[in-house]
């Protein structure tokens, strides 16, 4: 924390020095032992030597600095692994045949004199940054396989969260202002329209908008639309920005999650010549019940699962549960993927954006509940003639990978009934195998 000020301060033009000392010898908690010094390569440094360090420190640039004295160890024998995680047991205190491979190194409490050894050690072995908050993710399982000379979960987990931080920032929460946006340069063609996705950015559709030879346009969610309560009247908002661009029609239009079901409405009402709907649901139930806290949290950190690495995502899911509102959830969340990111992070809204993912995954949910009183056989017949005179204008897309599946015709179904489709004679369904 006092490291995030000391940065600040200086983007501001103010002094802030934030210094990591390394263990001191004379004064403070080592003063008389060296049992926790085994583990590092360092040794105590004399209190008067940090005062003439910090008077030097006093008159750099730099927001954050080391303090550091290395000791002239000689070549112990034995192997550097098994013997460097046997020293990290010792100094946590922990029996790690007993202790749940699935805890991080930060819940179990590293000390960040340790941290920055072993981030060292990661960072030579792996010719890679890591900050310390990325060690302590780094969980007992891992640890336990590292010991044993095999170096490839960990290896994985920092390739991991490489990706993860370059996926993320290139992430820009920030709430859009303007109602669209030209993802490509080509002006002439039919447009394809893409609905707003759940993170209120088009990243995800980036590669294929460059690919596409027609114009590619992003619907914005705006604050106008953070206004409204229920999915039908963002539906009406968006049919009138359709209606506004393009009074003729002649356009597709992409969507998914909650706005998908608006894409189907754009298609009976005959505005769009041709929808494209790629169901991301793969738990009915975060649709048909009633959505508790940690049942919205859990939804949004699925959805995210692709940017983030696993123990990340299970880590943050312990910490949001222990949280009693969805205020405080919220703020364990925004502050986690802040600190896995990185300074680089564009996160002016990042809060208020996940509140919005909130409130629209509610007005799915409640949508959903609400239809399902109101569909009976009769309701049924009628929306399949609607979809009748539509033959063949709408795909949906289910990504799964096809060889964890037994039934795909039961996903399938499964899928329609989520966005409350016809059967299949109506509509065309593809299926992919689907990589991260």
Known sequence: MCERICEVRRRDGLHGLAIQWGPIGDVGALEHSDQFLSLTSYKKQRINSCFEVLDKLLSVRQPIVTSIIKADKQQESGDKEKRLIT???????????????????GEIGLESMFAIEFQQGMEKE??????LNHIKSITIGMLKEYQDGDLSKVQKHMEEIKKGRAMLLKQKYIIPTDPIVA????????????????????????????????????LNW?????QLSTLKEVGNHYFNLLKHIEPKGKYDVVGYLDTALICGKLLVKGMADKVVIVDLINDIHYCDEQLTDDMVMEFIMTIMSGNIPKTF???????MKKEMNVKAKVKVLVNEIADFAGKGLVATDMEEMFHIMIARIRMLSEYRLNKRKKFSNRLKLTIAKKWAKRT????????????????????????RDVYFLPGSKVITIFLENFVK
């Open 126 to 131: 792996w010719n890679m940054k890591f900050t």
């Open 313 to 319: 995502n299970d880590k943050i899911l312990r910490e």
């Open 183 to 218: 993802l490509n340069s080509v002006t002439k063609g039919r447009p394809v329209y893409l609905m707003p996705t759940l993170s209120l950015n088009f990243i995800m559709f980036e590669e294929l908008a460059q690919k596409l030879n027609r114009p590619v346009i992003g």
């Open 222 to 226: 705006t604050r106008e639309v953070c």
């Open 87 to 105: 020293e990290l047991w010792r100094a946590l205190g922990i029996d790690p045949d007993s202790t749940p491979d699935h805890l991080t190194l």
């Open 392 to 415: 063949g204008k709408l795909v949906l897309i289910k990504p799964v990978n096809i060889e964890t599946i037994d039934d795909l015709d039961g996903v399938m179904e499964k899928s």
